[in-house]
């Protein structure tokens, strides 16, 4: 019987470590069709949630009803479909048009019925094991299989993705899962042979145990779904408002797995006194800094200060609900399937609903919201660790005032908004001030980051590059020194107010490439560069990097990459087959001009590492703020294999080597 446990031990650690190894694989191979943004993850985690929600509602379902051959096809199904994702599967190529249902349709094609057969593995071996042992439900199993999660999470940016192609990765993957199956086989036929009768009620007495009443079913449901919440707006947050990077979706996956963790194997580690008094002090400090609506905190802050909050408040979710889990192992299916529809609910509403339903971007604030009701419902619920008056007041007070907090938020949102859209893409924002010197400000942002302005007072103001693209920045001496007199052809990867259409003189081809449908209207008809350029306009929807592969050569005199998703350009803008695929699209003699100024991340050894590995020379360009013509601190980064471009004095003056 030890060989049996060490083979359902191993089954459940392999599966959960390739359950988690496949979700970063295959949410960074639909980045390049979708622009590399944040919402990518989110939408990414809200089919993980579904499917692991089916997952369990298949494992509820063979328990009851056995079906040993069923199980083995799915097994081979999945294991086919596995081989059909590292063959290359379905083509992505126009799939930014509807982002939500082409990352749904591809993640179920490629990795939906594997994901179903690995999700289902912890709740049904727990139940199989149950069954052959005659014993109680081996709950530390599912402390097992988060153990594995985040082991998958830690190694995929430590040790596969920095060495292995992405290839490679699904290759790995996909033996992996092979040995899964043939694992899942033996175990399936194990199970058979034990011959159990279909209800754990026959095999085991229950009759001296509980039912599980439906206040605690319900909590099954709320304290995972607020959990979920948590997760998604907080990487939301970390990945929309400083850089998309695959580590920023993986730290707060991986914190809340670590509160399952916790909550499973050591739940007594913290007491829930101590945990809620920290909620309580996070959900405070949060409050006081979403207060600030335009303000950002430092990169190291911020991110310390989100995870520990994800931390505090998914360890609550978590403990109260394996507080209130089942004494009956009959029940134990049931409540990993509420537990994963609370998941899967909790994403769908941050993922899918808000977007539709809000123009601003309330997610924080909402959850927080929701999760300190749920600390009051936990309150009212008997035989709970939080009770007495001293909580209820204490919870029912924090719930009014996070409540007061979000109708505060839409108030401080709509004071100088001219216009307000949000989608797949993010929450964009046009703000008007009338206090610049004579004038009026528009400025577009997305979450906290200024996307463009535009002065409206004059005609030479209106008519003038402001922010990081003045006169004397990286792209304003690229388009300025590049042709002489002659008329240019320019590329633009990244539409935003559409400064750049200012540089436009007639006879020029300016070819604008954006993702976001939201943008263009915005450019067009809330700023005035594109209306009052003497260039001819063209704007592309869709995916820069996947237009420009399908397109002829394009001979852009330059090519400016400025799409900002976060505070950086997405990554898959900046590989050195993204620089093959520039050139390609360039002129003899043409620039790339890639715009690196972030608060957070240093781009520019990344970029110079390019130009060497192309044969191209590389120089940064910074250039100062301006406040009398809003003009911002900029940095470019500008490479050409075009000497004369480098030699003109008006060039080599601001231009600078790479460090």
Known sequence: MAGSRW???????????????????????????????????????????????????????????????????????????????????????????????????????????????????????????????????????????NLASLAALGFYPTLIEPFLSLHTQRAVWCSGFAAFAALAAVLTARARSAAAPPTPAKTIDESGLPASPLSHKLLWLLLPMAASMQLCAVTSYLTANIAPFPLLWILPLGVYLVTLILAFEFPHLLPASIVTRFLAVMLAGLAYMLAHVDVTLPVGVGVVFFLFELLVSCLFCHNQAYALRPQRASESTVFYLLFAGGGALGAFLVGIASPLLFSFNYDIALTFWITAVLALAVTLVPHTSMRGWGQRLLWSAASVMLLVLVFWLHIAYQRDTLMAVRNFYGALRVKQDFGYPGAILRTLT??????????????????????????????????????????????????G???????????????????????????????????????????????????????PPQHFDVLVVDAFSGDAIPLHLLTAEAVALYRRHLAPGGILAFHISNQHVDLEPAIALLARNAGMKAVRVSSPPNDERGEFSATWMLLSDNAAFFAQPAVAAHARPPC
């Not at 139940?127 to 599912?142: K, M, Q, T």
């Not at 449908?517 to 003497?534: C, K, L, Q, W």
Request: aromatic letters at 12%.
């Open 497 to 551: 107010a559409g400064t750049l259409a200012a540089y436009g003189r007639p006879g020029d081809h300016i070819r604008f490439y954006e993702i976001n449908s939201a943008v263009e209207p915005i450019a067009r008809n809330v700023f005035s560069y594109i209306r009052d350029s003497g260039a001819r306009i063209d704007i592309v929807e869709g995916d820069g990097r996947a237009l420009l592969a399908h397109e």
């Open 7 to 145: 083979l359902f031990g191993g089954a459940v650690f392999l599966a959960a470590f390739l359950l988690f190894l496949v979700e970063p694989v295959a949410a960074k191979q639909l980045l390049p069709y979708l622009g590399g943004s944040a919402a990518v993850w989110i939408t990414c985690l809200v089919f993980f949630q579904t499917a692991l929600l089916c997952a369990y509602l298949y494992a509820h379902w063979l328990t009851r009803h056995p079906q040993w051959k069923l199980h083995v096809l799915l097994l081979l199904g999945g294991l086919a479909l596995a081989i059909f994702w590292v063959a290359g599967g379905l083509d992505l190529s126009s799939g930014s048009e509807h982002p939500v249902s082409t990352i749904f349709l591809a993640l179920g094609i490629w990795i939906g019925l594997p994901f179903l057969m690995l999700g289902a593995t912890s709740p049904l071996l727990q139940v199989w094991w149950s069954r052959i042992e005659r014993g109680p439900i081996p709950w530390r199993l599912f402390a097992l299989s």
């Open 446 to 495: 997305n979450g906290s980051i200024q996307h463009g302005t535009q002065i409206f007072g004059s005609d030479a103001l209106r008519k003038t590059p402001t922010t990081y693209y003045a006169l004397d920045s990286g792209v304003g001496l690229a388009l300025r020194f590049c042709c002489q007199s002659r008329p240019r052809t320019i590329g633009v990867i990244g539409l």
